[in-house]
Structure formats: structure tokens, C-alpha cells
């Protein structure tokens, strides 16, 4: 099978967030791309796409390994009692699910979409395809990474 030339991993740090977009590993590659982790300090492993690895080795390192349920609610959680942190996200090649859900991130916190996806591609180039582009789009937050202050109104991003 003819190997794929994928990008290297790249780092989108914006405010109080850190996130690792990557492709996906293999259990030949699941060293290297622990390495990898580590050299970023992730706490977190979001993937979003078919298992192609086994998960013990990573988690044996300490990193949390997670399929993609809540991923607003995994970030508030996340940030707030890790300010900081670095989670790394994959999808196959790093090239679509992966952007769109850090791009979501961003946008929640207030960033135009434009600008999250400049801001990622800047790092990733060749995020996003014309789909993706088209529901970054139109997605409307609900900064729901925003928190309420003591009064019960909307304030600052959670991560910042």
C-alpha cells in the first residue's frame, strides 16, 4: 500500500487555547505520535474518525483518548480546570473534521469565521473544504464557551 505524504502537526493556540491538529495514527506510527503529544504537553486526544489505533499505549501516558460527543462542553470543561492545556484533535488527515472543530472553538469565543479560518489555514494549509467552508459559514454561535458572571450575564470566553 503506497504510504501517504500527510503535514506535519501544527499548533492553533489562540487566547487561553491550545489545540494539536494531526492525522490519524496507526499502531505502526502510535510511538512517533505519542512523541509528538508529549512534546506539545496534550492532555487530551479528541479523534473523529474510525479507530486506527490501539488507545492503551497513549492512555498509558497519561493522555485522555476521546471520541467526539460534546465537543463545547469537553472545551469548557477542559479549559477551565486545565487554563492552558493542549488537546490534540485528528481526524484521517488533519485536513477537514479536525480544522472545523477547532475553527468551532474560535468562533464561539467570539472570532469571525473568516478570521478562524485564516487563522488555522495560516498553520494548516489546505484546511477546509468547500462543504466545511460553506457550514463555518453559516454557523451562528451560542457562545457556548462564554460564561455567566455573578449577575447571570454572559461575560468572557471561558478560556481567556
Avoid at 466545511?132 to 481567556?160: A, T, V, W
Amino acid at each position: 500500500m503506497a504510504r501517504m505524504n500527510r503535514p506535519a502537526p501544527v499548533e492553533i493556540t489562540y487566547k487561553n487555547m491550545r489545540f494539536l491538529i494531526t492525522h490519524n495514527p496507526t499502531n505502526a506510527t502510535l510511538n512517533k505520535f505519542i512523541e509528538e503529544l508529549k512534546k506539545y504537553d496534550v492532555t487530551t486526544v479528541v479523534r473523529v474518525c474510525e479507530a486506527t489505533y490501539d488507545t492503551a499505549p497513549v492512555e498509558k501516558e497519561g493522555i485522555q483518548v476521546l471520541i467526539v460527543d460534546d465537543w463545547l462542553n469537553l472545551l469548557k470543561v477542559k479549559f477551565r480546570e486545565e487554563p492552558g492545556c493542549c488537546i490534540a484533535v485528528h481526524c484521517v488527515a488533519g485536513l477537514g473534521r479536525a480544522p472545523v472543530l477547532v475553527a468551532l472553538a474560535l468562533i464561539e469565543c467570539g472570532m469571525k469565521y473568516e478570521d478562524a479560518v485564516q487563522f488555522i489555514r495560516q498553520k494548516r494549509r489546505g484546511a477546509f473544504n468547500s462543504k466545511q467552508l460553506l457550514y463555518l459559514e453559516k454557523y451562528r454561535p451560542k457562545m457556548r464557551l462564554r460564561f455567566k458572571d455573578s449577575n447571570g450575564h454572559r461575560n468572557n470566553c471561558c478560556i481567556q
